[in-house]
């Protein structure tokens, strides 16, 4: 491992510049600004605090989801400890980091699903082919608020954090420092010890960043297809599809179609394999666009769930039918405002089923995938949004 401060200043600036834009909104910012905190009534549920890093927290709950019940029945995720869900946590932070260094080659790619295969494994550990280098951005002591603000007291690293005043995005990027690490068990043993900093407040974005430092600037900005924009929308705040593409399948393409496309002459270049956790939006539903094969069809039974503003998680078990388990990590969307995994009975029907006024949202964003589904939950109603 080494540290590198002489290129941080640079290297941050044109990170931040890739994900913010030119210029960052203080408001925005502030929104982004948490860290991977987990529900005290759901302990392998990740909390999203203001709207916009479900774009980030989404994809990692699916992973960490894919790789608990790899393990563990569903019913016995309250059962575990915490000290085996951060490391469970942990494994997923690296396997999202370990996906963006692999090379899948645009050339010649036909876009065969029935040859296709995929290189992620089900299991979050690292493997031998998880080679370096990793540039992990990280802080060296958390910071607190109470320099800038008054009368406030640092916060416990698995509780929010006061709102960051407009001035805290200057201090985070002055503060960022970078690690290198040369293989994935040396990132993952490093990110387990330290998983406070990233349960801690700019967690989040201090791991979003790893990504793409990880990946380059560069790479990303070619992968995303030069178009100039950045990866958090600068008005809305929320995470656009190719940083969701980057968290899921370790490329920022903005496009959700298998392969590659001619759109008017230009060759633009989709989702290349499958990825190990899938996706699924309402905005097919609404013909806005249409999620190819990959995604619907990942190497393991989950998906992160699009709503026009809003990313959820869902695991099912096969066959006709099965039982699903939906993940929302907004508190104001779950009963009583506490986060709890929905279980219900999927049974896919023989012919089209109606959505009622209460399923209509997460029956449309089902049935891109299953068209003629039907669930019945067992608990409550779950919102996509």
């Known amino acids: 491992m080494t540290e590198r401060p002489k290129l941080v200043s640079e290297s941050i600036q044109e990170v931040s510049q890739l994900v913010w834009g030119p210029n960052i909104r203080p408001e925005l910012f502030a929104r982004w600004s948490q860290g991977f905190i987990f529900s005290g009534d759901e302990r392998t549920a990740l909390i999203q605090t203001s709207g ?7 994809p990692v709950q699916a992973f960490l989801i894919k790789n608990l019940i790899a393990s563990y029945q569903f019913s016995q995720l309250r059962e575990i400890d915490s000290t085996t869900v951060d490391q469970y946590l942990a494994a997923a932070l690296t396997e999202i980091l370990c996906q963006c260094k692999q090379l899948v080659s645009v050339a010649g790619h036909a876009g065969d699903k029935s040859s296709s295969s ?7 550990s690292p493997t031998h082919q998880d080679h370096g280098p990793f540039h ?9 608020l109470s320099s800038e603000c008054p009368g406030s007291s640092p916060t416990e690293p698995d509780q929010p954090s006061s709102t960051p005043s407009a001035k805290d995005y200057s201090l985070f990027h002055s503060s960022v420092r970078l690690r290198d690490f040369e293989n994935a068990h040396s990132l993952q043993s490093h990110l387990e010890t330290h998983l406070d900093r990233y349960k801690a407040q700019y967690g989040v974005l201090l791991f979003l960043y790893s990504v793409i430092l990880t990946k380059g600037v560069r790479k990303v900005r070619e992968e995303m297809g030069d178009l100039g924009e950045s990866l958090i929308d600068a008005t809305q705040g929320h995470g656009g599809q190719g940083l969701i593409n980057l968290l899921i399948t370790g490329r920022a393409s903005p496009y959700v179609w298998d392969g590659i496309k001619n759109v008017g002459g230009l060759d633009l270049v989709g989702v290349l394999k499958r990825p190990a956790v899938g996706f699924l939006t309402r905005l097919e539903h609404l013909r806005y666009v249409q999620v190819g094969w990959y995604l619907k069809n990942p190497t393991s039974q989950v998906w992160v769930m699009a709503s026009e503003t809003h990313l959820s998680d869902q695991s099912y078990s096969p066959p006709d039918t099965f039982l699903i388990h939906h993940y929302n990590g907004l508190e104001s969307s779950c009963p009583v405002n506490k986060i709890q995994y929905a279980e219900g009975r999927v049974t896919l029907q023989e012919s089209h089923v109606g959505f009622t006024s209460g399923n209509c949202e997460f029956l449309s964003c089902l049935a891109t995938k299953w068209p ?7 608990t409550f109603t779950p919102s996509l949004n």
């Open 52 to 58: 916009g890093p479900c774009a980030v927290i989404a």
């Open 118 to 124: 995929s290189s992620t494994e089900d299991s979050g």
């Open 136 to 144: 992990i951005a990280c802080l060296d002591d958390p910071l607190s």
């Open 372 to 378: 003629n589904v039907d669930v019945q939950w067992s």
